[in-house]
């Protein structure tokens, strides 16, 4: 986590109102987390800090790409991902979370935000990730893709040769009578 110490912003000292931080993170920032679904990666996060006096809204602005493993044909590829995502921070007797508020205690110095930015990177991954998602990869392994078709073909000719079971036949002639 010591890794992590630029990614901390000063709340003392830092007047109310509209302030900006820039972030870059690359593969080092994902190491930084244990079970990382992402190995290699890099993304530019725009930090809109808007401090007010009894709360602190963070609005992340998210922009990069990842690397990721083709859910149909095995190829590495390289996704993007632009998204954006808010939380608020509220002081409070007790450090706590919920879904979109943090509650932190009052007269904290600094607020760390590297596991916000983590998290929100992994929430705007896409569920499926095949090479004609959007960006620029390589089109599937063909080798691949022969030989998952030549599975359904496979699973299609033992359908067809069901359906010429007398049984079935026995039965399409029940519905005509």
């Not at 912003?9 to 992402?38: N, T, W």
């Amino acid at each position: 986590m010591s890794d992590l110490k630029h990614y901390s912003l000063p709340l003392k000292g830092l007047k109310d109102g509209m302030h900006e931080f820039d972030f870059e993170v690359d593969s080092h920032f994902f190491q930084d987390f244990e079970a990382s679904p992402i190995r290699e990666g890099e993304f530019s996060v725009q930090l809109y800090f808007d401090k007010r006096p009894d709360l602190i809204v963070l609005t992340f602005q998210l922009e990069g790409t990842f690397q990721a493993t083709c859910d149909r044909c095995l190829n590495e590829v390289m996704l993007p991902i632009r998204d954006s995502h808010q939380l608020m921070v509220k002081y409070s007797e007790q450090q706590t979370e919920e879904a979109e508020v943090v509650y932190i205690p009052r007269g904290s110095t600094e607020l760390n935000v590297a596991k916000f930015i983590y998290e929100y990177i992994c929430l705007s991954m896409p569920i499926v990730k095949t090479c004609d998602s959007p960006g620029e990869s390589p089109a599937c392994d063909s080798k691949m893709l022969q030989y998952l078709g030549s599975e359904e073909t496979d699973s299609e000719e033992a359908e067809d040769q069901d359906e010429g079971n007398p049984i079935w036949d026995a039965l399409k002639n029940f519905k005509k009578n």
